[in-house]
Nanobody, 121 residues
Framework: QVQLVESGGGLVQPGGSLRLSCAASGSVFSINAMGWYRQAPGKQRELVAV???????NYADSVKGRFTISRDNAKNTVYLQMNSLKPEDTAVYYC???????????????WGQGTQVTVSS
């Protein structure tokens, strides 16, 4: 079993900042990629940012220059620093990890339970 535990969501005013954390635990042998998606009401889930093994990162165009993803390898934890938040960033943010649960296992995809981010004055 793999657990992804998210924290750090909440209510913030436009222009403010939040930092999300996601820790992977359980049967984690190695992580291929770890990142964040979000889903706003009435919209499809979309990629926000992803950290890929080797250190590469990808961001949605809408968050480039405002959000930064980082990883603590020793803790199997990924962070999303969100600055200059806008009302359109309001969504449920989901942590995602593509990982091996053992040396010979195929990569499997896992999701956290989601954390609400609301940007409003």
């Amino acid at each position: 079993q793999v657990q992804l535990v998210e924290s750090g969501g909440g209510l913030v005013q436009p222009g403010g900042s939040l930092r999300l954390s996601c820790a992977a635990s359980g049967s984690v042998f190695s992580i291929n990629a770890m990142g964040w998606y979000r889903q706003a009401p009435g919209k499809q889930r979309e990629l926000v940012a992803v950290w890929i093994s080797g250190g590469n990162t990808n961001y949605a165009d809408s968050v480039k220059g405002r959000f930064t993803i980082s990883r603590d390898n020793a803790k199997n934890t990924v962070y999303l620093q969100m600055n200059s938040l806008k009302p359109e960033d309001t969504a449920v943010y989901y942590c995602n990890a593509d990982l091996h649960t053992s040396r010979w296992a195929l990569i499997t995809r896992h999701w956290g339970q989601g954390t609400q981010v609301t940007v409003s004055s």
